[in-house]
Protein backbone atom coordinates (compact mmCIF):
# COMPACT_ATOMS: atom_id res chain seq x y z
CA UNK A 1 0.00 0.00 0.00
CA UNK A 2 1.22 3.64 -0.77
CA UNK A 3 -0.20 6.49 0.89
CA UNK A 4 0.58 10.02 -0.81
CA UNK A 5 -0.87 12.77 1.90
CA UNK A 6 -1.27 15.76 0.38
CA UNK A 7 -0.94 19.85 2.43
CA UNK A 8 0.31 22.80 1.06
CA UNK A 9 3.14 22.34 3.54
CA UNK A 10 5.06 20.63 5.57
CA UNK A 11 5.72 22.82 8.59
CA UNK A 12 4.34 26.37 9.56
CA UNK A 13 1.01 25.49 11.32
CA UNK A 14 -1.23 22.90 12.63
CA UNK A 15 -1.97 20.72 9.57
CA UNK A 16 0.99 21.08 8.03
CA UNK A 17 2.68 19.59 11.41
CA UNK A 18 0.09 16.88 11.49
CA UNK A 19 0.08 15.95 7.88
CA UNK A 20 3.68 15.02 8.37
CA UNK A 21 3.90 13.29 11.98
CA UNK A 22 0.84 11.13 10.55
CA UNK A 23 2.85 10.15 7.12
CA UNK A 24 6.09 9.51 9.06
CA UNK A 25 3.60 7.58 11.71
CA UNK A 26 2.13 5.46 8.97
CA UNK A 27 5.90 4.86 7.69
CA UNK A 28 6.67 3.48 10.86
CA UNK A 29 3.85 0.80 10.88
CA UNK A 30 5.06 0.01 7.64
CA UNK A 31 3.06 2.09 5.17
CA UNK A 32 4.90 3.21 2.23
CA UNK A 33 3.70 6.77 2.79
CA UNK A 34 4.87 10.28 1.34
CA UNK A 35 4.14 13.66 1.76
CA UNK A 36 3.25 15.94 -1.10
CA UNK A 37 3.27 19.55 -0.74
CA UNK A 38 3.64 23.14 -2.67
CA UNK A 39 6.21 24.87 0.08
CA UNK A 40 8.53 22.16 1.66
CA UNK A 41 10.49 23.59 4.79
CA UNK A 42 11.72 20.54 6.08
CA UNK A 43 14.66 18.64 5.00
CA UNK A 44 12.71 14.83 5.94
CA UNK A 45 13.27 12.61 2.43
CA UNK A 46 9.95 11.68 2.76
CA UNK A 47 8.40 15.01 1.36
CA UNK A 48 8.23 15.84 -2.16
CA UNK A 49 7.34 19.02 -3.20
CA UNK A 50 5.58 20.03 -6.64
CA UNK A 51 7.71 20.36 -9.36
CA UNK A 52 6.94 24.07 -10.81
CA UNK A 53 7.76 26.24 -13.19
CA UNK A 54 6.32 29.15 -11.76
CA UNK A 55 6.50 29.13 -7.86
CA UNK A 56 10.32 29.63 -7.50
CA UNK A 57 10.55 32.17 -9.70
CA UNK A 58 7.15 34.00 -8.35
CA UNK A 59 6.21 32.25 -5.23
CA UNK A 60 3.87 34.04 -4.28
CA UNK A 61 1.66 34.07 -7.86
CA UNK A 62 -0.66 31.67 -7.66
CA UNK A 63 -1.91 32.92 -3.53
CA UNK A 64 -2.58 36.53 -5.48
CA UNK A 65 -4.20 35.40 -8.82
CA UNK A 66 -6.41 32.80 -6.58
CA UNK A 67 -7.52 35.67 -4.22
CA UNK A 68 -8.03 38.07 -6.71
CA UNK A 69 -12.18 37.45 -6.46
CA UNK A 70 -12.33 37.33 -2.82
CA UNK A 71 -10.41 40.98 -2.76
CA UNK A 72 -13.33 42.33 -4.89
CA UNK A 73 -15.01 42.61 -1.66
CA UNK A 74 -14.49 45.53 0.11
CA UNK A 75 -16.26 44.57 3.64
CA UNK A 76 -13.99 41.13 4.00
CA UNK A 77 -13.03 40.45 7.21
CA UNK A 78 -9.13 39.19 7.54
CA UNK A 79 -10.51 35.19 7.78
CA UNK A 80 -8.70 32.78 5.43
CA UNK A 81 -11.06 32.40 2.31
CA UNK A 82 -9.93 29.88 -0.71
CA UNK A 83 -11.24 29.91 -4.23
CA UNK A 84 -9.04 27.36 -5.47
CA UNK A 85 -9.40 28.50 -8.84
CA UNK A 86 -5.63 28.35 -10.42
CA UNK A 87 -5.18 25.57 -12.76
CA UNK A 88 -2.12 23.38 -11.38
CA UNK A 89 -0.76 19.78 -12.62
CA UNK A 90 -0.76 18.31 -8.83
CA UNK A 91 -2.95 15.36 -10.19
CA UNK A 92 -0.73 14.49 -13.13
CA UNK A 93 1.55 14.34 -10.34
CA UNK A 94 0.18 12.36 -8.01
CA UNK A 95 -0.68 10.00 -10.36
CA UNK A 96 2.86 9.42 -11.56
CA UNK A 97 3.54 8.48 -7.78
CA UNK A 98 0.33 5.64 -8.10
CA UNK A 99 -0.73 5.76 -4.94
CA UNK A 100 -3.34 2.95 -3.55
CA UNK A 101 -4.82 5.93 -1.14
CA UNK A 102 -4.75 9.92 -1.32
CA UNK A 103 -5.13 11.61 1.88
CA UNK A 104 -5.78 15.17 1.48
CA UNK A 105 -5.14 17.60 4.54
CA UNK A 106 -5.34 21.52 3.94
CA UNK A 107 -4.85 22.60 0.30
CA UNK A 108 -5.45 25.71 0.50
CA UNK A 109 -3.42 28.76 -0.55
CA UNK A 110 -3.91 27.86 -4.24
CA UNK A 111 -2.66 24.62 -3.68
CA UNK A 112 -4.68 22.80 -6.09
CA UNK A 113 -7.94 23.51 -8.79
CA UNK A 114 -11.05 22.49 -6.56
CA UNK A 115 -11.67 20.57 -10.30
CA UNK A 116 -9.26 18.43 -9.73
CA UNK A 117 -10.05 16.62 -7.20
CA UNK A 118 -12.14 14.22 -9.01
CA UNK A 119 -8.75 13.40 -11.20
CA UNK A 120 -6.66 11.79 -8.39
CA UNK A 121 -5.95 8.15 -8.39
CA UNK A 122 -6.58 5.85 -5.46
CA UNK A 123 -9.25 6.41 -2.58
CA UNK A 124 -9.36 9.78 -1.42
CA UNK A 125 -9.51 10.31 2.23
CA UNK A 126 -9.80 13.61 3.47
CA UNK A 127 -9.08 14.90 6.86
CA UNK A 128 -10.59 17.87 7.92
CA UNK A 129 -8.36 20.25 9.97
CA UNK A 130 -10.96 22.88 9.11
CA UNK A 131 -14.25 23.42 7.85
CA UNK A 132 -13.11 24.65 3.96
CA UNK A 133 -14.03 21.23 2.34
CA UNK A 134 -17.45 21.83 2.97
CA UNK A 135 -18.27 25.51 2.87
CA UNK A 136 -17.97 28.30 -0.15
CA UNK A 137 -14.58 29.42 0.63
CA UNK A 138 -14.19 29.65 4.22
CA UNK A 139 -12.13 28.07 6.49
CA UNK A 140 -13.54 29.07 9.83
CA UNK A 141 -17.32 29.87 9.86
CA UNK A 142 -17.72 30.64 13.53
CA UNK A 143 -21.52 30.93 13.84
CA UNK A 144 -22.56 30.79 10.34
CA UNK A 145 -24.91 27.61 9.16
CA UNK A 146 -25.14 28.15 6.02
CA UNK A 147 -23.06 25.56 5.11
CA UNK A 148 -25.97 23.25 5.68
CA UNK A 149 -27.73 25.03 2.70
CA UNK A 150 -25.82 26.44 -0.34
CA UNK A 151 -23.67 29.66 1.29
CA UNK A 152 -24.13 32.94 -0.25
CA UNK A 153 -24.80 36.27 1.98
CA UNK A 154 -21.56 35.07 3.49
CA UNK A 155 -20.43 37.05 6.07
CA UNK A 156 -16.90 36.74 5.56
CA UNK A 157 -16.98 38.59 2.24
CA UNK A 158 -19.15 40.84 4.31
CA UNK A 159 -21.46 39.80 2.01
CA UNK A 160 -25.50 40.61 1.64
CA UNK A 161 -26.00 39.25 -1.65
CA UNK A 162 -27.13 35.55 -1.54
CA UNK A 163 -25.44 34.63 -5.41
CA UNK A 164 -22.33 36.00 -4.30
CA UNK A 165 -18.42 34.41 -4.55
CA UNK A 166 -19.19 31.66 -1.74
CA UNK A 167 -22.82 30.13 -3.27
CA UNK A 168 -20.10 30.44 -6.73
CA UNK A 169 -17.49 28.18 -4.73
CA UNK A 170 -19.99 26.25 -3.21
CA UNK A 171 -21.56 25.37 -6.62
CA UNK A 172 -18.24 24.27 -7.88
CA UNK A 173 -18.01 21.75 -5.21
CA UNK A 174 -21.18 20.41 -5.94
CA UNK A 175 -20.69 20.01 -9.52
CA UNK A 176 -16.99 18.77 -9.47
CA UNK A 177 -17.13 16.17 -6.21
CA UNK A 178 -21.16 14.77 -6.09
CA UNK A 179 -20.00 11.77 -8.23
CA UNK A 180 -16.73 11.58 -6.12
CA UNK A 181 -16.06 8.56 -3.00
CA UNK A 182 -14.46 10.76 -0.97
CA UNK A 183 -14.41 9.41 2.95
CA UNK A 184 -13.95 12.34 5.46
CA UNK A 185 -11.88 12.41 8.89
CA UNK A 186 -12.75 14.29 11.31
CA UNK A 187 -10.20 14.88 14.07
CA UNK A 188 -13.05 15.97 16.53
CA UNK A 189 -16.79 14.70 17.06
CA UNK A 190 -17.70 18.84 16.81
CA UNK A 191 -16.08 18.58 13.01
CA UNK A 192 -17.60 15.14 12.49
CA UNK A 193 -21.05 16.14 13.30
CA UNK A 194 -20.84 19.85 11.54
CA UNK A 195 -19.47 17.81 8.02
CA UNK A 196 -22.44 14.99 8.66
CA UNK A 197 -24.86 18.62 8.64
CA UNK A 198 -23.10 19.82 5.45
CA UNK A 199 -24.59 20.14 2.21
CA UNK A 200 -21.82 18.76 0.38
CA UNK A 201 -21.10 15.66 2.39
CA UNK A 202 -23.91 14.83 4.74
CA UNK A 203 -24.73 11.81 2.86
CA UNK A 204 -21.12 10.57 2.92
CA UNK A 205 -18.88 8.73 5.08
CA UNK A 206 -17.79 10.51 8.18
CA UNK A 207 -15.08 9.02 10.87
CA UNK A 208 -13.83 10.38 13.92
CA UNK A 209 -10.36 9.50 14.72
CA UNK A 210 -8.37 11.85 17.18
CA UNK A 211 -4.80 13.43 16.36
CA UNK A 212 -1.82 11.83 18.06
CA UNK A 213 1.53 13.03 19.49
CA UNK A 214 4.54 11.32 19.90
CA UNK A 215 5.02 10.99 23.52
CA UNK A 216 8.44 10.44 23.77
CA UNK A 217 9.23 14.02 22.43
CA UNK A 218 6.05 15.33 24.04
CA UNK A 219 7.04 14.27 27.57
CA UNK A 220 7.29 16.31 30.98
CA UNK A 221 10.09 18.01 31.76
CA UNK A 222 11.92 20.21 34.25
CA UNK A 223 10.20 23.38 34.31
CA UNK A 224 13.29 25.36 36.17
CA UNK A 225 15.83 24.22 33.72
CA UNK A 226 13.01 24.95 30.32
CA UNK A 227 12.63 28.20 31.86
CA UNK A 228 16.34 29.36 32.04
CA UNK A 229 17.19 27.46 29.09
CA UNK A 230 14.87 30.18 27.02
CA UNK A 231 16.01 32.97 29.18
CA UNK A 232 13.23 33.28 31.82
CA UNK A 233 13.99 33.29 35.34
CA UNK A 234 13.61 30.26 37.05
CA UNK A 235 10.51 30.97 38.82
CA UNK A 236 8.31 33.55 36.47
CA UNK A 237 5.09 32.13 36.91
CA UNK A 238 4.49 31.59 32.73
CA UNK A 239 1.80 31.32 30.25
CA UNK A 240 2.75 30.35 27.19
CA UNK A 241 0.79 30.84 24.03
CA UNK A 242 1.44 29.15 20.61
CA UNK A 243 -0.04 30.62 17.12
CA UNK A 244 0.40 31.11 13.87
CA UNK A 245 -0.16 34.59 12.72
CA UNK A 246 -2.48 35.17 15.50
CA UNK A 247 -1.54 39.27 15.35
CA UNK A 248 -3.94 38.97 12.17
CA UNK A 249 -5.73 36.14 12.76
CA UNK A 250 -9.00 36.88 15.14
CA UNK A 251 -9.97 33.10 15.19
CA UNK A 252 -6.72 32.37 17.47
CA UNK A 253 -8.04 34.61 20.36
CA UNK A 254 -5.33 37.02 21.59
CA UNK A 255 -7.61 39.66 21.40
CA UNK A 256 -9.26 37.87 24.38
CA UNK A 257 -6.25 36.79 25.53
CA UNK A 258 -4.21 39.84 26.22
CA UNK A 259 -6.95 41.91 28.42
CA UNK A 260 -7.39 38.51 30.58
CA UNK A 261 -3.61 38.31 31.32
CA UNK A 262 -3.73 42.21 31.79
CA UNK A 263 -5.86 41.90 34.46
CA UNK A 264 -3.95 38.80 36.43
CA UNK A 265 -2.20 39.52 39.16
CA UNK A 266 -0.64 37.38 41.60
CA UNK A 267 -0.45 37.07 45.67
CA UNK A 268 2.54 38.88 45.87
CA UNK A 269 1.57 41.48 42.87
CA UNK A 270 3.50 39.74 40.30
CA UNK A 271 2.65 39.50 36.96
CA UNK A 272 2.33 36.02 34.74
CA UNK A 273 5.07 35.90 32.04
CA UNK A 274 3.54 35.61 28.21
CA UNK A 275 5.69 33.03 26.53
CA UNK A 276 4.75 33.45 22.62
CA UNK A 277 5.85 30.81 19.89
CA UNK A 278 4.69 31.59 16.76
CA UNK A 279 3.88 34.84 15.78
CA UNK A 280 7.30 36.62 16.15
CA UNK A 281 5.83 40.57 16.97
CA UNK A 282 3.20 39.68 18.92
CA UNK A 283 5.16 40.53 22.26
CA UNK A 284 5.55 43.88 21.45
CA UNK A 285 1.54 44.19 20.52
CA UNK A 286 0.50 47.54 22.45
CA UNK A 287 -2.12 45.35 24.24
CA UNK A 288 0.38 44.01 26.48
CA UNK A 289 1.96 46.68 27.52
CA UNK A 290 3.40 46.79 31.10
CA UNK A 291 3.51 42.81 31.09
CA UNK A 292 6.63 40.60 30.72
CA UNK A 293 5.96 38.61 27.48
CA UNK A 294 9.09 36.72 25.63
CA UNK A 295 8.87 36.02 21.98
CA UNK A 296 10.47 32.75 20.73
CA UNK A 297 8.95 33.09 16.61
CA UNK A 298 8.22 30.32 14.60
CA UNK A 299 9.00 26.94 16.23
CA UNK A 300 10.81 24.55 13.89
CA UNK A 301 10.54 20.97 15.22
CA UNK A 302 9.11 19.10 17.85
CA UNK A 303 11.41 19.62 20.12
CA UNK A 304 11.54 23.15 20.35
CA UNK A 305 7.99 22.97 20.67
CA UNK A 306 7.94 20.70 23.42
CA UNK A 307 10.99 22.76 24.89
CA UNK A 308 8.40 26.29 25.01
CA UNK A 309 5.84 23.79 26.58
CA UNK A 310 8.17 22.96 29.25
CA UNK A 311 8.54 25.94 30.35
CA UNK A 312 5.15 26.97 30.57
CA UNK A 313 3.28 26.94 34.15
CA UNK A 314 -0.14 26.68 31.96
CA UNK A 315 -0.42 26.64 28.41
CA UNK A 316 -3.80 29.02 26.83
CA UNK A 317 -5.68 28.06 23.98
CA UNK A 318 -8.53 30.55 23.85
CA UNK A 319 -9.16 29.68 19.92
CA UNK A 320 -12.60 31.32 19.15
CA UNK A 321 -13.05 27.98 16.92
CA UNK A 322 -11.09 24.85 17.10
CA UNK A 323 -11.26 21.16 15.25
CA UNK A 324 -8.62 19.40 17.48
CA UNK A 325 -5.70 21.75 18.65
CA UNK A 326 -2.19 20.56 18.41
CA UNK A 327 -1.67 23.13 20.98
CA UNK A 328 -3.55 21.74 23.65
CA UNK A 329 -2.96 17.99 23.05
CA UNK A 330 0.42 18.63 22.90
CA UNK A 331 0.53 20.30 26.41
CA UNK A 332 -1.51 17.90 27.58
CA UNK A 333 1.22 15.27 26.69
CA UNK A 334 4.22 17.48 28.20
CA UNK A 335 1.82 17.18 31.75
CA UNK A 336 1.08 20.86 31.56
CA UNK A 337 -2.83 22.21 31.71
CA UNK A 338 -4.81 23.80 29.03
CA UNK A 339 -7.58 26.82 29.51
CA UNK A 340 -9.28 27.69 27.14
CA UNK A 341 -12.96 27.91 25.90
CA UNK A 342 -15.74 25.09 25.71
CA UNK A 343 -15.32 25.38 21.71
CA UNK A 344 -15.33 23.11 18.27
CA UNK A 345 -13.11 19.69 19.31
CA UNK A 346 -11.94 21.19 23.00
CA UNK A 347 -13.91 19.29 25.48
CA UNK A 348 -12.48 16.07 23.38
CA UNK A 349 -8.83 16.92 24.62
CA UNK A 350 -9.67 18.88 27.70
CA UNK A 351 -11.80 17.37 30.76
CA UNK A 352 -12.47 20.20 33.06
CA UNK A 353 -11.55 20.75 35.83
CA UNK A 354 -9.29 17.74 35.61
CA UNK A 355 -6.53 18.47 32.43
CA UNK A 356 -7.34 22.08 32.94
CA UNK A 357 -10.16 24.84 32.26
CA UNK A 358 -13.20 24.94 29.43
CA UNK A 359 -14.68 28.19 30.08
CA UNK A 360 -18.19 29.81 28.47
CA UNK A 361 -17.34 31.75 25.33
CA UNK A 362 -15.80 33.94 24.93
CA UNK A 363 -15.52 35.02 28.57
CA UNK A 364 -12.50 37.17 29.24
CA UNK A 365 -12.88 37.66 32.89
CA UNK A 366 -13.15 34.30 33.65
CA UNK A 367 -10.35 33.18 31.10
CA UNK A 368 -8.18 35.63 33.51
CA UNK A 369 -9.58 33.86 36.54
CA UNK A 370 -8.78 30.68 35.45
CA UNK A 371 -4.95 31.51 34.42
CA UNK A 372 -4.79 33.17 37.58
CA UNK A 373 -5.96 30.43 39.65
CA UNK A 374 -3.55 27.79 38.23
CA UNK A 375 -0.53 30.08 38.21
CA UNK A 376 -1.48 30.90 42.36
CA UNK A 377 -1.87 27.02 42.62
CA UNK A 378 1.34 25.09 41.41
CA UNK A 379 -0.01 21.95 43.38
CA UNK A 380 -3.20 22.15 41.68
CA UNK A 381 -2.01 22.86 38.26
CA UNK A 382 0.82 20.06 38.65
CA UNK A 383 -2.20 17.42 39.40
CA UNK A 384 -4.06 18.28 36.34
CA UNK A 385 -0.74 18.10 34.37
CA UNK A 386 -0.27 14.39 35.42
CA UNK A 387 -3.74 13.50 34.90
CA UNK A 388 -3.58 15.11 31.28
CA UNK A 389 -0.33 12.92 30.75
CA UNK A 390 -2.16 9.74 31.54
CA UNK A 391 -5.05 10.87 29.53
CA UNK A 392 -2.91 10.82 25.92
CA UNK A 393 -0.41 7.75 27.14
CA UNK A 394 -1.51 4.53 24.87
CA UNK A 395 -5.02 6.47 23.38
CA UNK A 396 -3.04 9.62 21.82
CA UNK A 397 -0.20 8.49 20.98
CA UNK A 398 1.28 8.38 17.37
CA UNK A 399 1.34 4.50 17.27
CA UNK A 400 -2.41 4.33 18.05
CA UNK A 401 -2.89 7.58 15.64
CA UNK A 402 -1.41 5.79 12.64
CA UNK A 403 -3.33 2.20 13.29
CA UNK A 404 -6.61 3.87 13.32
CA UNK A 405 -6.04 5.50 9.48
CA UNK A 406 -4.44 1.72 8.41
CA UNK A 407 -7.45 -0.02 9.47
CA UNK A 408 -9.82 2.74 7.82
CA UNK A 409 -6.98 2.54 4.45
CA UNK A 410 -7.87 -1.12 4.51
CA UNK A 411 -11.35 -1.73 4.75
CA UNK A 412 -11.84 1.09 1.84
CA UNK A 413 -9.37 -1.14 -0.14
CA UNK A 414 -11.32 -3.81 0.65
CA UNK A 415 -14.68 -2.68 -0.49
CA UNK A 416 -15.77 -0.84 -3.85
CA UNK A 417 -16.01 3.14 -3.57
CA UNK A 418 -19.99 2.82 -3.89
CA UNK A 419 -20.74 0.33 -1.08
CA UNK A 420 -23.20 1.59 1.19
CA UNK A 421 -22.02 0.10 4.18
CA UNK A 422 -22.27 1.24 8.30
CA UNK A 423 -19.48 3.23 8.86
CA UNK A 424 -15.71 1.57 10.20
CA UNK A 425 -15.45 2.06 13.72
CA UNK A 426 -12.65 3.75 13.75
CA UNK A 427 -13.21 6.44 16.44
CA UNK A 428 -11.81 4.68 19.21
CA UNK A 429 -9.37 7.22 21.38
CA UNK A 430 -11.69 9.82 22.06
CA UNK A 431 -12.61 10.62 25.70
CA UNK A 432 -14.08 8.20 28.00
CA UNK A 433 -17.60 7.36 27.58
CA UNK A 434 -17.87 10.02 24.06
CA UNK A 435 -18.83 8.03 20.75
CA UNK A 436 -19.26 9.60 17.48
CA UNK A 437 -22.21 11.18 15.49
CA UNK A 438 -24.12 9.34 13.11
CA UNK A 439 -21.83 9.08 9.98
CA UNK A 440 -24.48 9.60 7.09
Not at 218 to 240: E, I, Q, W
Request: hydrophobic share 40%; glycine share 8%.
Amino acid sequence: MRVVHLNTADAGGGAARSALRLSLALRGEGVDSLLFVRKRRTDDPTVIQHDSLVDPRFPRLRDRLDSLPWRLYRRRTRATFDVGMVPDRVAAAVRSLRPSIVNVHWIGYAFMRLEALGQLPGRIVWTLHDSWPFTGGCHVPQDCERFTARCGACPVLGSERELDLSRAVWARKRRSWRELSITLVAPSRWMAERAARSSLFGDGRVEVIPNGVDTSVYRPRDRRRAKLRLGLTADAPTVLFAAMWADRDPNKGFQLLAPALAAVRLADGARPHLLVAGSPTLHRHPALEGLPAHALGELRGDEAMAEAIAAADVVAVPSMQETFPNTALEALACARPVVGFRIGGMPDLVRDGATGWLLPPFDVRALGEALRSLLHDPGRAEEMGRTGRSAVEGRLDVASWARRYLALYQDLLRHPPRDERAPFPASSGLSPGSSPPAAR
